[in-house]
Nanobody, 122 residues
């Protein structure tokens, strides 16, 4: 089992940057793909980025390519989402999630954090 805790959200102006962290408990952290999803009010939860167990595979949604970077430090049981050139449409609650599979499907993620709010003002 994996317990996930997000941090690093906040209020930032358009064009600014934030770095989200997803800290995990459990000694099997390196066995999981970790993904960042986001959900804006009235919208479905969407996949933002995912990184495989050894970071050999990385996915980013088209809407964030060139602006967001996902990385992981298995020694620290932590995954990061560096978000640059933020836009108002990036405003959402951001969740990290863990899956045994390298997958883009939300239903295959078994463990979820509580979420962290990111608000980008124009």
């Amino acid at each position: 089992q994996v317990h996930l805790v997000e941090s690093g959200g906040g209020l930032v102006q358009a064009g600014g940057s934030l770095r989200l962290s997803c800290a995990a408990s459990g000694h099997t952290f390196s066995s999981y793909t970790i993904a960042w999803f986001r959900q804006a009010p009235g919208k479905e939860r969407e996949l933002v980025a995912a990184i495989s167990r050894s970071a050999g595979n990385v996915y980013r949604a088209d809407s964030v390519k060139g602006r967001f970077t996902i990385s992981r430090d298995n020694a620290k049981n932590t995954v990061y989402l560096q978000m640059n050139s933020l836009k108002p449409e990036d405003t959402a609650v951001y969740y990290c999630a863990a899956s045994k599979a390298y997958t883009m499907e939300v239903y295959e993620y078994d463990y979820w954090g509580q979420g962290t709010q990111v608000t980008v003002s124009s």
